[in-house]
C-alpha cells in the first residue's frame, strides 16, 4: 500500500518487483494529480497500479481510471447492489457506465486509444474490500457478480464492525473471515487479505489466496527507521 503521494517513493517500489501497488486514496492525501504521476511512473515494470478509491460512486472511480490505474478498490462493500454499482464503475457501455475518455489510459497500457476501451474493460480489476459484518452475511451474493474480480477481506475493519478495537484475533472475527474465504474461494472471484509477515503471505497463499497485501509505505519507513535507531548504542 502507498499511502504518500511520492512519484519517488512509487518508483522505488515498483522497480523492486511488487506485482501490484495499491495506491491508497481513502485514507492517505493522495489526489487525481499524484495518481496519474504514480501510475505514469509504474510504466515499464511488472507493477499494476490499482487505485483505493474513497468510495463506492462512479464519478470517483471515473478520473482514476482515465488516468491509467489497471484497477480499482472499492471500500465499505455491504450487499449486491454496491458490488454491482462497483462493477459497472470500471466498465464502459453496455457493460457498465464508465465514460469515455481515454486521454491518458492508453499510455499506460502502451496501447491505441481504440485498443484501449476493449482491452480496458477485459483487463481492469474491480476489487471489493470485505470490511464490514454485513458484507460477510451477504457474502454468497456479493461473489456472484458479474463483473467482480476480487473480494479482498480487510481483517481490522472487519474487527471494527464486529466491535473489537484491537484487532481481528476474536474468535468471532476469525469465524467471519473462515466464512467469507469459504463463499469466495467457492465462488468465480479471486481471494484477496492482508499479511503483515511473510509466514502469513505464504500460509494464505496455501488456502488460496491470490491477491495479498504485504505492508505498506509507512511501515517500511518505521521499520527501517526503527532498525537503524535499535543498532545505534
Same mark, same amino acid.
Given at each position: 500500500?502507498?499511502?504518500?503521494?511520492?512519484?519517488?517513493?512509487?518508483?522505488?517500489?515498483?522497480?523492486?518487483?511488487?506485482?501490484?501497488?495499491?495506491?491508497?486514496?481513502?485514507?492517505?492525501?493522495?489526489?487525481?494529480?499524484?495518481?496519474?504521476?504514480?501510475?505514469?511512473v509504474?510504466?515499464?515494470?511488472?507493477?499494476?497500479?490499482?487505485?483505493?478509491?474513497?468510495?463506492?460512486?462512479?464519478?470517483?472511480?471515473?478520473?482514476?481510471?482515465?488516468?491509467?490505474?489497471?484497477?480499482?478498490?472499492?471500500?465499505?462493500?455491504?450487499?449486491?447492489?454496491?458490488?454491482?454499482?462497483?462493477?459497472?464503475?470500471v466498465?464502459?457501455?453496455?457493460?457498465?457506465?464508465?465514460?469515455?475518455?481515454?486521454?491518458?489510459?492508453?499510455?499506460?497500457?502502451?496501447?491505441?486509444?481504440?485498443?484501449?476501451?476493449?482491452?480496458?474493460?477485459?483487463?481492469?480489476?474491480?476489487?471489493?474490500?470485505?470490511?464490514?459484518?454485513?458484507?460477510?452475511?451477504?457474502?454468497?451474493?456479493?461473489?456472484?457478480?458479474?463483473?467482480?474480480?476480487?473480494?479482498?477481506?480487510?481483517?481490522?475493519?472487519?474487527?471494527?464492525?464486529?466491535?473489537?478495537?484491537?484487532?481481528?484475533?476474536?474468535?468471532?472475527?476469525? !469465524?467471519? $473471515?473462515? %466464512?467469507?474465504?469459504?463463499? =469466495? &474461494?467457492? #465462488?468465480?472471484?479471486y *481471494?484477496g487479505?492482508?499479511?503483515?509477515?511473510?509466514?502469513?503471505?505464504? !500460509?494464505? $497463499?496455501? %488456502?488460496?489466496?491470490?491477491i =495479498? &497485501?504485504? #505492508?505498506?509505505?509507512? *511501515?517500511?519507513?518505521?521499520?527501517?527507521?526503527?532498525?537503524?535507531?535499535?543498532?545505534?548504542?
Open positions: 500500500m502507498v499511502s504518500m503521494p511520492s512519484v519517488a517513493t512509487t518508483q522505488i517500489l515498483a522497480n523492486a518487483g511488487f506485482d501490484w501497488l495499491f495506491f491508497d486514496m481513502e485514507h492517505g492525501p493522495i489526489d487525481i494529480a499524484s495518481v496519474h504521476a504514480m501510475v505514469s509504474t510504466t515499464g515494470t511488472r507493477t499494476s497500479p490499482i487505485v483505493r478509491v474513497p468510495w463506492n460512486v462512479h464519478w470517483l472511480v471515473k478520473t482514476v481510471l482515465d488516468a491509467g490505474a489497471m484497477g480499482v478498490v472499492f471500500p465499505m462493500i455491504h450487499n449486491r447492489d454496491e458490488a454491482e454499482a462497483a462493477a459497472s464503475a466498465r464502459y457501455p453496455p457493460q457498465g457506465n464508465r465514460g469515455f475518455g481515454p486521454f491518458y489510459g492508453p499510455a499506460r497500457f502502451r496501447v491505441t486509444r481504440e485498443e484501449y476501451v476493449d482491452l480496458a474493460d477485459e483487463h481492469i480489476m474491480c476489487i471489493l474490500l470485505i470490511e464490514d459484518r454485513q458484507a460477510v452475511d451477504n457474502i454468497e451474493e456479493i461473489v456472484t457478480v458479474s463483473g467482480v474480480d476480487a473480494c479482498q477481506i480487510a481483517p481490522y475493519d472487519l474487527a471494527m464492525s464486529y466491535g473489537y478495537r484491537d484487532g481481528p484475533d476474536h474468535e468471532e472475527v476469525q !469465524d467471519a $473471515i473462515r %466464512r467469507a474465504e469459504k463463499a =469466495i &474461494l467457492s #465462488g468465480p472471484t *481471494l487479505g492482508l499479511a503483515l509477515k511473510n509466514q502469513d503471505a505464504n !500460509d494464505m $497463499i496455501q %488456502r488460496g489466496y491470490q =495479498i &497485501l504485504t #505492508g505498506s509505505d509507512t *511501515l517500511l519507513l518505521e521499520r527501517g527507521a526503527q532498525e537503524i535507531l535499535n543498532g545505534i548504542d
